[in-house]
């Protein structure tokens, strides 16, 4: 079964005080293959990899990984395009999937919400054709960050609801934890209108 790998990485606010995704959900990245107290060696090892094996996408997938732990971007997206190239060559809608959800991430890295958002709905028009209810679910969760750092609250709630939903269906055990994002929003929406309300007895009239 194809692992179908998505990064993830903390644009949650504080104020909301989320925690991240834990990569560990999605992605099933063996001990030898990446040690991330190596970087320089585990860099070494992925380029040998691509150069070995140019057509497997893993290999691009954990190379364009490495770069955007080291805060390469452009790199990063270079490799990511080159997993996206090659699951349109294949046709594969999973690994180009994982690709869009990759892209949308070194964007949100730069502050590009407006691109971050292209390639999250592109990966979620896939992911619904796939079927795959965890890979929406991801897709809903992400693009709910990408509103919130927008400042737009009420649709980050409309798509975090989307996401706990099919995680629920799917009994998945992180849906407790979109469960908690919801429930911080809520507090968070409840504060904002509180201190937004305006007391009869402040305001003042000329007479």
């Known amino acids: 079964m194809k692992i179908v790998r998505y990064l993830v990485i903390p644009l949650v606010s504080i104020s909301l ?3 991240l995704w834990n990569s560990d959900i999605i992605n ?3 001990a030898e293959q990446i040690n991330m107290n190596n970087t320089e060696a585990t ?3 992925y380029r040998k990899a691509v150069e070995r094996a140019p057509d497997n996408t893993d290999n691009w997938d954990g190379l ?3 770069f955007f732990r080291r ?4 790199q990063a997206e270079e490799a990511f395009r ?3 190239f090659l699951g349109e060559a294949r046709q594969d809608k999973a690994t180009q999937a994982a690709a869009y959800g990759n892209l949308a991430f ?3 890295s730069r502050s590009d919400l407006k691109h971050a958002e292209q390639m999250l709905r592109k990966a979620l028009l896939l992911n619904k054709a796939l079927g795959r209810k965890e890979g929406m679910a991801i897709n809903y969760s992400s693009l709910g960050l ?3 750092t927008r400042g737009n609250l009420d649709e980050t709630e409309a798509l975090w609801k989307k996401a706990l939903t099919l995680l629920q269906e799917i009994q998945h055990s992180k849906a407790e934890m979109i469960q908690q994002w919801l429930t911080e929003l809520a507090r968070r929406k409840a504060d904002m209108a509180e201190t937004t309300q305006i007391d009869p007895d402040d305001v003042q009239t000329d007479v």
Request: no cysteine; net charge positive.
């Open 28 to 30: 099933e990245v063996k």
């Open 71 to 74: 805060g390469e971007l452009a």
């Open 17 to 19: 005080g989320l925690s």
């Open 43 to 45: 860099l070494a090892a």
């Open 64 to 66: 364009g990984r490495l």
């Open 82 to 84: 080159r997993m996206l």
């Open 106 to 108: 070194v964007h949100q």
């Open 146 to 148: 990408v509103y919130q």
